[in-house]
Nanobody
């Protein structure tokens, strides 16, 4: 069975950094596009970053502050978050899909982790 498990969330002061990790199992990792999404209280889930086929793409709200990376040998995808802002507070989830091309929408992903909460204090 495919399983995605996020870790690394927590409480951090504004301006600080956190590194999220997602461990994948049950899939041929290097054939999948990986993505990060987040959902803040009272808001819809939104796209954060994606990595696949040698390409990376970020939401405007995080570009320049967040970096997505993957280690295919370890079946992990990471999200390095710097210069964190209170508006980054959300539950962050990783996702995997076989969509060919740029994947920024939830329907383009097939598998999801349970999410890890990130709280940025002011």
């Amino acid at each position: 069975q495919v399983q995605l498990v996020e870790s690394g969330g927590g409480l951090v002061q504004a301006g600080g950094s956190l590194r999220l990790s997602c461990a994948a199992s049950g899939l041929t990792f290097d054939t999948y596009t990986m993505g990060w999404f987040r959902q803040a209280p009272g808001k819809e889930r939104e796209f954060v970053a994606t990595s696949g086929a040698g390409t990376k793409y970020y939401a405007d709200s995080v570009r320049g502050r967040f970096t997505i990376s993957r280690d295919n040998a370890k079946n992990t995808v990471n999200l390095q978050m710097t210069s964190l802002k209170p508006e980054d507070t959300a539950v962050y989830s990783c996702a995997a899909g076989r969509f060919l091309g740029l994947a920024t929408a939830t329907h383009q992903y097939d598998y999801w982790g349970q999410g890890t909460p990130v709280t940025v204090s002011s």
